[in-house]
Every structure is written in C-alpha cells, then in structure tokens.
C-alpha cells in the first residue's frame, strides 16, 4: 500500500518562503508522476505542480516563477519550494501520485494547512 506523508505546511506573512516536502513509502521511480494539488475553501482541487519520472515539470499559472517542484529519488521524497506566497495561495496542500499499470492509479496524501497572511 502506497503513503504519502505531507510536511512543512504552516502561516506564513505574504512575500514569505514555505517548503512542502512528501515523503513517499516506496521508491518513487515507480509513480509515472508525482504532483502538489491545493484545495481552497469553496473552491474545486487544483493541480499546482507536477514532476513525472523522467522529470518534465509543469506548473499552474498563478504560480510559475514563484514555486518549483523537484524530487529527490534517494529519499523517495518530492519538495515543492514556494516563494512570494500571496493570501490567495492559501489552502489545502496535498501530495500526488499516479501510477499507470494498464490503469491510472492515484495516490494521495493527508493534506497539509498552508496560510499566507496579508
């Protein structure tokens, strides 16, 4: 059974740095990608980042040029590095995997608070 195992979340000022790390329970070559969604209140799951394993990255808009994701295959752990956060940046953040094994599986993690403060 896969766990991801969100960290790092917390309140932070705007303009301030927050580091998000999931930490995987199995090795991470095996997931096709791995990603950061957020979650606001009253709004839909959003995809902020994403890595796969041959580690094309893709961003969300609102925040290319702000954070980036990167992996670090010997701990089996994904970071996503956020930079200049802005109160609309607060939400949810969970960790995402997705395995395809002639069908898409998808992992997540529990979710940790991010809360940017103006």
């Known amino acids: 059974q896969v766990q991801l195992v969100e960290s790092g979340g917390g309140l932070v000022q705007t303009g301030g740095s927050l580091r998000l790390s999931c930490a995987a329970s199995?090795?991470?070559?095996?997931?096709?990608?791995m990603g950061w969604y957020r979650q606001a209140p009253g709004k839909q799951r959003e995809l902020v980042a994403a890595?796969?394993?041959?580690?094309?990255?893709n961003y969300e808009d609102s925040v290319k040029g702000r954070f980036t994701i990167s992996r670090d295959n010997a701990k089996n752990t994904v970071y996503l590095q956020m930079n200049s956060l802005k109160p609309e940046d607060t939400a949810i953040y969970y960790c995402?995997?997705?395995?395809?094994?002639?069908?898409?599986?998808?992992?997540w993690g529990q979710g940790t608070q991010v809360t940017v403060s103006s």
């Open positions: 890595i796969t394993s041959g580690g094309s990255k």
């Open positions: 995402n995997a997705v395995l395809v094994i002639g069908t898409r599986l998808n992992y």
């Open positions: 199995g090795s991470i070559f095996s997931f096709n990608s």
